[in-house]
């Protein structure tokens, strides 16, 4: 049996019943790879299954502003924080990673490698093609950092881009939003 609420995030409703899930993380791999699984959990228990179009797309999403924000937004000491949002209509997905290092921006217009048999830098490329729209912006709150957001529309086509994941993605009919979730 799971439960809907994990005993370190933050889990609840925010205005106009969106659902939201919030935790930090270290700035390490580690950190990094905790934060794509709790993702993929977490949509699990809202209703996108471990093998879904959806839990396997956003949690590729995940993964790599995860990995980049421990790559590239590094400040030793410092987390970084994961935020998901379920609009209220269950239509999108929202991904906000923020980091505390303010002067390594991405680019405004990911492309894609040049060479197809480099190891690094087709993630934010990978982000830019699943997601409907990506952008950053500074750290709310105060202090150094920014906040990269993906958001992922679950009907309809993406963006048209090859490869996208398009109209295979719906969700679910019904999802829990509270309580735990029914066991198999």
């Known amino acids: 049996m799971t439960t809907e609420i994990p005993p370190f995030g933050k889990t609840g409703h925010t205005s106009g019943s969106e ?44 993964a790599e502003l995860a990995a980049n924000a421990v790559t590239h937004g590094r400040v030793p000491g410092r987390d970084f924080r994961l935020s998901l949002t379920l609009t209220a209509t269950r239509d999108r997905v929202r991904v906000e990673v923020t980091d505390t290092r303010d002067d390594r921006l991405p680019p405004a217009r990911p492309c894609a490698p040049g060479n197809p048999e480099a190891e690094a830098g087709r993630g934010l490329w990978l982000v830019t093609c699943l997601a409907s729209r990506l952008s950053v912006e500074p750290r709310k709150g105060g202090g150094p950092g920014k906040t990269v957001r993906a958001e992922v529309d679950l009907r309809g086509d993406v963006h048209g881009a090859e490869g996208a994941p398009g109209d295979r993605i719906s969700p679910p009919e019904e999802a829990p939003r509270t309580g735990p979730t029914r066991g198999q």
Do not use: C, I, K
Not at 32 to 61: C, I, K, M
């Open 19 to 62: 659902v939201q899930f919030a935790m930090t993380f270290t700035s390490t791999p580690r950190g990094a790879r905790l934060a794509r699984r709790l993702a993929s959990h977490r949509l699990d228990a809202w209703g996108f299954p471990y093998d879904s179009e959806v839990n396997e797309t956003l949690t590729l999403v995940v």
